[in-house]
């Protein structure tokens, strides 16, 4: 099937919400796979281009979708349903690919697993933050430098062994809570790669296996079996599932935040984002900038500067923007006010 590259983005766009925005957090989260979530103000705004009507609250408050570490080691914010076997399929490779970390950190075999069943004595019954976890720990014995990346990394090796997982944050502070206790409905695929390629290609089709493995951190080998199981639809770009609408509109001005999914789907990200202007997205130390997207292309990037009374959301285009797309992004920004509940203007 011949799809030209304009058809591709507005494609992919529609898969992403991004086109057709959804109601609720769990919709949002569950059509899109995952939601990168290392950062937990970008993860909101990952949220708010794919939704209407909610906010920065609505998003926090939510029981529905989780954090934890799963593809690629990194924080992800999943359907809380799918978050056990979503663990069990990452967690054991996250444990044996954060090894040589662990080691160098001073977090020996011996100490994090004496550091697992502390954890199981203090966290029943509540949600604890870091530190308030690290001194229950140093009052066993368990001594972590927190200046040191040791208790970020014991953290997520307790959380890929399925003991924890992040809780609602206590102000600007994440907290974590026993898995066992968060999660209270889970489901269970029969076929973890297959279902986990479906969920991608539903949110990222068009798409490769290449980019499936990139997105997942999976073996390309698993990721290609896994595609060759759903027989998808052959495209110009890539594999489609059967029932994707391979027709869709163009997209609407969207402002994109950090470490924005729609960017990170993908092994090549050259449709989306001239080559040229890639540093000005990702300038090094795996940092993706808050980024401007007009017809399913990557035209900017954005930043805000804050006053006691109004938000300036600061557009740095790659070039001059058509009126059209200045009027959505205007739009855009007055929704972006209204989900943070501040006073925005756009400044380009």
């Excluded at 052959?234 to 999914?261: K, N, Q």
Aim: charge should be neutral.
């Amino acid at each position: 099937m011949t799809l030209s590259d304009d058809d591709i983005r507005a494609v992919r766009a529609h898969a992403q919400l991004l086109t057709v925005p959804a109601t609720d957090v769990l919709s949002v989260v569950g059509s899109v796979a995952a939601v990168q979530a290392q950062s937990t103000p970008a993860a909101r705004l990952a949220i708010r281009a794919r939704s209407r009507g909610l906010t920065a609250p609505d998003v926090d408050a939510s029981r529905a979708v989780t954090r934890t570490w799963l593809m690629r080691k990194t924080l992800h914010l999943v359907p809380t349903a799918d978050l056990r076997w979503l663990n069990r399929l990452f967690g054991p490779r996250n444990v044996q690919a954060g090894q040589g970390r662990r080691r160098q950190l001073g977090l020996t075999d011996e100490l994090c697993e004496r550091a697992l069943g502390e954890l199981q004595d203090l966290l029943p019954g509540k949600a604890l933050t870091r530190q308030e976890i690290l001194d229950g720990l140093a009052a066993e014995g368990i001594v972590l430098d927190v200046k040191s990346q040791a208790p970020a990394h014991l953290l997520a090796y307790a959380a890929n062994r399925g003991l924890l997982c992040r809780g609602q944050d206590a102000g600007s502070e994440p907290t974590y809570v026993l898995l066992d206790e968060w999660v209270t409905e889970s489901r269970t695929p029969d076929e973890p790669h297959t279902e986990l390629a479906h969920r991608y290609l539903t949110a990222y089709g068009v798409a490769t296996a290449e980019d499936f493995s990139a997105w997942s951190g999976l073996p390309l080998g698993l990721c290609r079996k896994a595609f060759t199981s759903l027989d998808p639809v052959g495209a110009d770009g890539g594999f489609a599932l059967p029932e994707t609408d391979l027709s869709a509109p163009p997209c609407p001005p969207r402002l994109l935040g950090a470490f924005d999914t729609y960017l990170l789907g993908y092994r090549d990200r050259g449709l989306l984002l001239d080559p040229a202007e890639a540093k000005r997205v990702n300038s090094g130390g795996g940092m993706i900038a808050p980024t401007v997207l007009i017809d399913g292309r990557i035209a900017g990037t954005w930043h805000t500067k804050r006053t006691a009374k109004l938000t300036k959301v600061v557009v740095e285009p790659f070039a001059t923007l058509p009126r059209s797309a200045i009027a959505g992004l205007e739009s855009e920004v007055d929704d972006h006010g209204r989900f943070l509940g501040e006073t925005t203007v756009l400044v380009i």
